[in-house]
């Protein structure tokens, strides 16, 4: 054969070899990014403590959420009603977040809310916000006060909502929103109201009647999610409903704080902190993953995809140990 022959064959070879080799590349690069997807994890800062303001210090040094520095806040408490916590966030909590919000650098506060059935504004003189407000220096926004320019429109595609849901527009806007929710269970349909059904607080209260009566209930609360983001997500979960909820109901004492920057984790362990107390059927019958609200927020890409994403970081011996046993119900799915 001759060298000209020998020389189109390795240029053959050669070629073969190398688009067999470039069309190999891709699929292991995209092999590894979806391992990477699949590993890839969201930490949540879980404190077993009495201590709300040691509690919120240290969700913050174990979290490390993006800077506040030079941001202004917006606050989403839980004012569904004035009840006392935990059906509503406790006013030390309160005091705690503004407190660290403040030392982070944040160059104002607005602690915004819409209750419901009660007024909005008696909930929030109730309470005492007002005066809280003028003390601390931060502002206070009802939402039921706000014009109809004030609110966005959202339809997400797929929406159980027949025409959508408006969110405020300085919640939409916001620099910087954090969350804090209770630790509790409800009895209207919600199943339980963490930081996903914190949402349904950021819609109008004419809204209510078709989210109430919908049987897809748990799924549009977590489509209200897509309307906004928060940066830090802290539950107080000293106390509990374990069932009943979201005024009144059974309570059990779970002396913890969660936080977190990823609304299904952090929803994820407070549903497991509720199966380790010992909730109703509808918590302990169920697996986490499987509960609607978080179910709908997966599907809708908000935060993670399954437990094995989550990386629970504690301050102490006492929280760590705790934190082995969520694990294990975590671990059910």
Not at 128 to 153: C, S, T, Y
Not at 231 to 251: H, N
Not at 270 to 297: C, H, P, W, Y
Request: glycine share 8%.
């Amino acid at each position: 054969m001759s060298q000209r022959n020998i020389s189109s064959i390795k240029r053959r070879d050669f070629i073969k070899n190398s688009i067999a080799g470039l069309a190999a590349m891709p699929a292991l690069r995209f092999g590894n990014l979806g391992m990477e997807n699949a590993e890839k994890k969201t930490k949540v800062a879980l404190i077993k403590t009495q201590d709300r303001k040691k509690a919120v210090k240290e969700i913050l040094q174990l979290i490390n959420p993006p800077s506040m520095q030079g941001k202004k806040v917006f606050l989403k408490p839980n004012f569904n009603t004035a009840d006392p916590f935990p059906a509503s966030t406790h006013n030390d909590t309160l005091i705690a977040l503004i407190q660290e919000i403040k030392g982070q650098g944040a160059t104002g506060i607005t602690v915004g809310e819409r209750s419901g059935p009660p007024l909005t504004q008696k909930v929030i003189e109730d309470k005492g916000i007002l005066a809280m407000a003028k003390e601390l220096g931060f502002d206070v926004m009802n939402f039921e006060e706000l014009p109809e320019a004030d609110w966005v429109h959202f339809n997400p595609p797929g929406s159980h909502w027949s025409e959508g849901f408006y969110i405020p527009k300085p919640a939409v806007k916001a620099e910087y929103l954090v969350s804090t929710c209770c630790l509790k269970t409800h009895q209207y349909g919600g199943v339980f109201t963490f930081s996903l059904k914190l949402s349904v607080g950021m819609t109008p209260k004419r809204l209510m009647r078709e989210l109430h009566r919908s049987p897809d209930q748990r799924k549009m609360i977590a489509e209200i999610n897509t309307g906004y983001t928060p940066r830090l997500i802290v539950m107080d979960g000293l106390e509990a409903f374990v069932d009943g909820g979201p005024s009144t109901g059974k309570k059990a004492q779970a002396d913890v704080f969660v936080g977190g920057t990823d609304r299904i984790a952090v929803d994820a362990v407070g549903v497991a902190v509720l199966k380790e107390l010992g909730s109703n059927d509808a918590i302990m019958s169920t697996k986490i993953f499987e509960q609607e609200q978080i179910k709908r927020a997966v599907e809708l890409g908000l935060g993670i995809s399954g437990p094995q994403q989550i990386d629970i970081v504690t301050p102490d011996e006492p929280s760590r140990l705790y934190s082995e046993k969520l694990k294990s119900i975590l671990a059910q799915g």
